[in-house]
């Protein structure tokens, strides 16, 4: 700043001192005459300068002006790279955080039904390939289209259906209008994960799950709901993280474009989501 004051100091007086030979050349030229004597010509010289300042000024002004829009215009570019990083390098964290979590929990379906059936274990390992396959060709694009995110969720859903088989009673209902709709990848998955995970599995008891998915003019409304015990509720309490993940994902991509409520009452859980969905142009 010190130095940027000098040089606008040193360049208004030569501004001025320019503006000053200029006038007294003008008024010469005009009249044809200039004083006799020395304090003379200064006196006409200063009042040239004096004369010249407000115009220094104001050139002076015009040009910082623009260097100052310049400037912030780069700062504002940069600043926005800089969110634009930051928010992806969130948004990796937070999609790195739900994969191994989902691996992990079929993988270790998988690992209990070897010891006990062998056939279905095999079914369920080419279900987990499928599974494995989206998550590591498609999951490291922003968007993925609908569809296949809506499958994922389908052979994850059977996953959960063939392992707990008739303890639960799982319904689950999807309908697509628009083969060019788009969606955040692995964005509804905590919340299928959640509802398998805290479900009603007392001794005696058949818990339920919910599943409703339906696309409609670029708009997703998605619904879970799913029975729950009192030891769920205790046991949620420590946990979550999935939960917290998604509802970060989506202040952070879908801002002021989603409707979320979640709701526990009488030992039922529900979760509706309405998302405002992005169109492949393509």
Same mark, same amino acid.
């Given at each position: ?38 304090? %003379? ?10 004369? %010249? ?15 100052? !829009?310049?400037? #912030? ?9 800089? =969110? ?5 390098? +969130? ?10 979590? *989902? ?9 209990? #039904? ?17 599974? &494995?396959? !989206? ?5 490291? =694009? ?9 499958? !994922?969720? +389908?052979?994850?859903?059977?996953? /959960?259906? &063939?392992?707990? %088989? ?35 599995? #007392?001794?005696? +008891?058949?818990?339920? *799950? ?22 769920? *509720? ?12 998604? =509802?970060?994902?989506?202040? #952070? ?9 979640? /709701? ?19």
């Amino acid at each position: 700043m010190k130095r940027f004051l000098i040089e606008i100091s040193i360049i208004i007086l030569i501004l001025s001192l320019i503006y000053s030979c200029i006038y007294t050349y003008v008024d010469v030229a005009f009249e044809g005459s200039l004083p006799d004597n020395f304090s %003379g010509h200064l006196s006409f010289l200063w009042r040239g300068f004096y004369m %010249g300042l407000p115009a220094s000024f104001l050139i002076n002004g015009s040009a910082c002006g623009i260097k100052f !829009y310049q400037e #912030l215009g780069k700062i504002e570019r940069d600043h926005i790279l800089l =969110q634009q990083a930051h928010l992806e390098n +969130q948004l990796k964290l937070l999609q790195d955080q739900i994969n191994p979590h *989902v691996v992990f929990n079929i993988l270790n379906h998988i690992h209990i #039904l070897m010891k006990h059936d062998t056939e279905l274990a095999d079914y369920l390992l080419m279900k987990f390939s499928d599974i &494995l396959r !989206y998550q590591l060709y498609h999951c490291n =694009q922003n968007l993925v289209p609908l569809d296949k995110e809506i499958e !994922y969720l +389908q052979n994850l859903i059977e996953v /959960e259906k &063939l392992r707990w %088989g008739n303890e639960l009673d799982v319904k689950s209902t999807f309908k697509l209008n628009s083969k060019k709709a788009l969606i955040a990848p692995l964005l509804l998955v905590p919340f299928i994960e959640n509802a398998f995970k805290y479900v009603c599995r #007392l001794p005696g +008891q058949t818990g339920y *799950v919910k599943i409703s998915c339906k696309e409609e003019n670029n708009t997703l409304y998605f619904y879970v709901e799913n029975s729950y015990s009192e030891m769920a *509720v205790h046991k949620k309490k420590d946990g979550g993280i999935g939960l917290q993940n998604v =509802q970060k994902r989506l202040k #952070l991509q879908y801002p002021d474009a989603y409707d979320l409520k979640i /709701e526990s009452d009488n030992l039922i859980y529900k979760v509706n989501l309405t998302l405002k969905l992005s169109e492949n142009e393509q």
